[in-house]
């Protein structure tokens, strides 16, 4: 067979591809997602050679200080949080194109300067015009940060440059507001414009469920209602709401993880192989699973909503979500959500997708479990099998990136008798280099125009759709159900999968 060798054929997809000549402006410069994740992954492409020379960018952010201290800043913020060793050389060449405005977003002064900043850049760094616009903002400010653009000229793309917005999530506050969102966002850009960010499309675990499931004949032919019984999909941490209050009240557990991270999970979990691996045939499928997503029957039997009390986490006593620093203590935001759902089509019809997400839970931990039914018949006397669960195949997301199964086998001795038993696949075992974060992967994507891995608009209505008529619901009907702090959600969250015979993973 010809294989192609990869010096010669640019569109070999092992080769790590590098953007042309570009910009990023990236608004929130100084905020939490910025130093923990975003300015961190630009430094990581950078010691990875994946940044194209003269790289520009402009740092946005209502911020006292000048341009020396964002810089100094955002040093920090590398130093603290990169994946890749700290290296001055790699620092100071990244350093020499930052630029920094500071101002809010109704300032049109701030948006004049941060027009000088663009044009700056172009003529020294020889950017080319191409500029990405990220909006690390609290999801109000979208529009408005969006209509400055415009305002200030900034959008505009000139022949052969490209202008580009990255959004980040959530998209919206229900299905109205992401319509209306999309709407005065594509006054200002073009639909290939619009990056929406979902980081967890970024993960490597993530990107392997696709691997996983199209790329082996093993899994796929027990991949159905045939062989699965149900799946969980958790999302589970530890961490409280941290200094993120005026973010996180009000939106609450399902909006901020449900709608957008949960439910891109069970859609490349359960979606049909696609024509090919082309970004509109994998969005036709993620498209197609979700529109067959059918709502729980009884919402007060099958969601559940809660919300961490004070409590114990790893060894220190931590307070409850309305005891936090910024939350009015009579807030019913949820911080915790789990939801049944079901897919009507020939391959899942019948099996729950129980999805699960919470903060302050028993520990970090983001898997999938495609949880399947039990042999129709068994050989062995009950005695033999009492400690004999299910088969599992689990896809273990976060932290410890791998693959688990689960099977039954003989326990050593005279007698016969059948246990669970685990074998492994662990990233950090079978390829010597580590994943790369999320957010490093999805900005080289937006920097090179590859929208694969960030939904397309129809995946974001799609979701609104599921969890609006919940949300409604749960705004009616009481109060989110209290849970301590450290613990794996509420009794509730148990209850509701007892009712169906069946129980949490506790990973
Ligand atoms: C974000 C949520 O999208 O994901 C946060 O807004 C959450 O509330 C975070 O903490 C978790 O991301 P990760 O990559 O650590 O699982």
């Not at 850049?121 to 500029?131: D, E, K, L, P």
């Not at 929406?196 to 004949?217: M, P, S, W």
Request: proline letters at 6%; hydrophobic letters at 40%; charged letters at 25%.
């Amino acid at each position: 067979m010809n294989r192609p060798n990869p010096l010669r054929d640019p569109t070999d997809r092992r080769l790590p591809q590098i953007a042309g000549p570009c910009g990023l402006v990236l608004f929130g410069a100084t905020g939490d997602l910025a130093r923990k994740k975003l300015l961190p992954a630009l430094y990581d492409q950078a010691h990875r050679g994946l940044l194209p020379p003269g790289f520009s960018l402009i740092g946005f952010a209502r911020h006292d200080g000048d341009g020396e201290s964002f810089i100094e800043l955002a040093r920090q913020a590398v130093k603290e949080h990169a994946r890749t060793p700290f290296r001055d050389d790699i620092w100071d060449q990244l350093a020499e194109g930052i630029i920094f405005v500071a101002g809010d977003f109704n300032d049109d002064t701030a948006f004049k300067k941060l027009r000088n900043a663009v044009d700056q850049s172009i003529a020294r760094h020889g950017t080319g015009g191409n500029f990405a616009f990220y909006l690390s903002v609290p999801p109000k400010w979208f529009p408005k940060v969006v209509q400055q653009l415009k305002k200030h000229g900034l959008a505009e793309q000139k022949e052969g440059s490209w202008r580009r917005a990255v959004i980040e999530k959530p998209f919206g506050h229900d299905l109205k507001s992401a319509q209306e969102l999309n709407r005065i966002v594509h006054e200002v850009f073009p639909a290939e414009a619009v990056f929406r960010i979902d980081h967890y499309l970024g993960k490597e675990t993530v990107q392997n469920i696709l691997a996983l499931r199209f790329a082996n004949t093993l899994f796929e032919p027990i991949w159905n209602r045939s062989y699965v019984d149900h799946v969980q999909i958790t999302m589970a941490e530890d961490i409280g709401i941290g200094g993120r209050a005026g973010y996180y009240d009000g939106i609450g557990a399902a909006r901020d993880v449900i709608q957008n991270h949960l439910l891109q999970l069970l859609a490349l979990t359960a979606m049909e192989e696609p024509a090919s691996f082309d970004a509109d045939a994998v969005a036709a499928e993620k498209t197609k699973v979700l529109g067959a997503v059918s709502l729980p029957k009884d919402f007060a039997k099958e969601t559940v909503r809660g919300q961490y009390a004070h409590g114990w986490q790893g060894g220190e006593e931590v307070v409850g979500y309305v005891e936090e620093e910024g939350i009015d203590p009579k807030s019913k935001t949820d911080t915790y959500a789990a939801i049944k759902l079901e897919i009507d089509n020939r391959r899942w019809a019948g099996v729950p997708f129980y999805l699960r997400t919470g903060k302050r839970l028993g520990r970090r931990v983001t898997e999938i479990a495609v949880v399947f039914q039990r042999a129709p018949h068994s050989p062995f006397d009950q005695t033999a099998t009492e400690e004999l669960g299910q088969n599992a195949l689990v896809i273990r997301v976060q932290p410890d990136e791998g693959v688990t199964m689960r099977f039954g086998s003989k326990v050593p001795g005279t007698q016969m008798e059948v246990r669970d038993v685990s074998m492994d696949f662990a990233y950090g075992e079978s390829f010597t280099e580590s994943s790369p974060e999320a957010y490093e992967r999805l900005i080289l994507d937006v920097l090179l125009g590859e929208s694969n891995l960030f939904p397309r608009l129809k995946e974001v209505e799609l979701s609104w759709q599921i969890l609006d008529p919940i949300e409604r619901y749960w705004d009616k009907n009481g109060k989110p159900a209290q849970y301590p702090a450290g613990t794996w959600g509420p009794v509730e969250a148990d209850e509701m999968l007892a009712r169906d015979g069946r129980s949490w993973r506790r990973p």
